[in-house]
């Protein structure tokens, strides 16, 4: 199973919104409401902050939101803050044999 | 306040073993399906293995299939990862991480990690 492709570094100034594509196939992306985005500040755990393709967790900040067009899904940060900057990875349940393929990974610099 | 707590990662010799634990705490841990996520030097994180909520269910990626064995003890709320014939590739921050609802559904929470390096 292949990592899903997402773009290596974007980034932006405070206050502006970004976006961070993640394509896959349609044997996982496309095919399952299963595609969750993860927060990862290095050395740290990673946190979950979206699910099942459009849900955010209880806690997390509404800035955070996530959509899905085909076999390509995306996180939308709104109001970009400087706590935002750190690693972001997509997840898409691709059957019962390969519960999680993540994506490889989007730095998001805040200028 | 759900805790993840990893443990015996360290420095091993390619075609050595390890065994990681976690120790859970925080929820009712036979209730869901448990999992390990690894993280390479410089690189992204990627699946390793899955058990389910009974543990009479396993799913290992195809790079550890055949040499890591993913296991867990229901009465004392720990997850296991047993890791045969390492190579270098294998070195990693190995997370143990809990499934959102059920198998594959997302994982909501994360332990700290633990370092596994394989060197001679």
């Known amino acids: 199973q292949s990592a899903l492709t997402q773009t290596a570094s974007v980034s932006g100034s405070p206050g502006q919104s970004i976006t961070i594509s993640c394509t896959g196939t349609s044997s996982d992306v496309g095919r399952y409401k299963l595609v969750s985005w993860y927060q990862h500040h290095p050395g740290k755990a990673p946190k979950l902050i979206i699910y099942?393709?459009?849900y955010r967790p209880s806690g997390v900040s509404s800035r955070f939101s996530g959509s899905k067009s085909g076999n390509t899904a995306s996180l939308t940060i709104s109001g970009l803050q400087a706590e935002d900057e750190a690693d972001y990875y997509c997840?898409?349940?691709?059957?019962?044999?390969?519960?999680?393929?993540f994506g490889t990974g989007t730095k998001v610099t805040v200028l | 306040e759900v805790q993840l707590v990893e443990s015996g990662g360290g420095l091993v010799q390619p075609g050595g073993s390890l065994r990681l634990s976690c120790a859970a705490s925080g929820f009712t841990f036979s209730s869901y399906a448990m999992s390990w996520v690894r993280q390479a030097p410089g690189k992204g994180l990627q699946w390793v293995s899955s058990?389910?909520?009974?543990?009479?269910?396993?799913y290992h990626a195809d790079s550890v299939k055949g040499r890591f064995t993913i296991a867990r003890d229901n009465s004392k709320n720990t997850v296991y990862l047993q890791m045969h014939s390492l190579r270098v590739e294998d070195t990693a921050v190995y997370y143990c991480?809990?499934?959102?609802?059920?198998?594959?559904?997302?994982?909501?929470?994360w332990g700290q990690g633990a370092l596994v390096t394989v060197s001679s």
């Open positions: 058990v389910s909520a009974s543990g009479g269910s396993s």
């Open positions: 991480a809990k499934d959102l609802y059920y198998h594959g559904s997302a994982v909501d929470s």
């Open positions: 099942e393709d459009t």
């Open positions: 997840c898409s349940y691709a059957g019962h044999d390969t519960p999680y393929v």
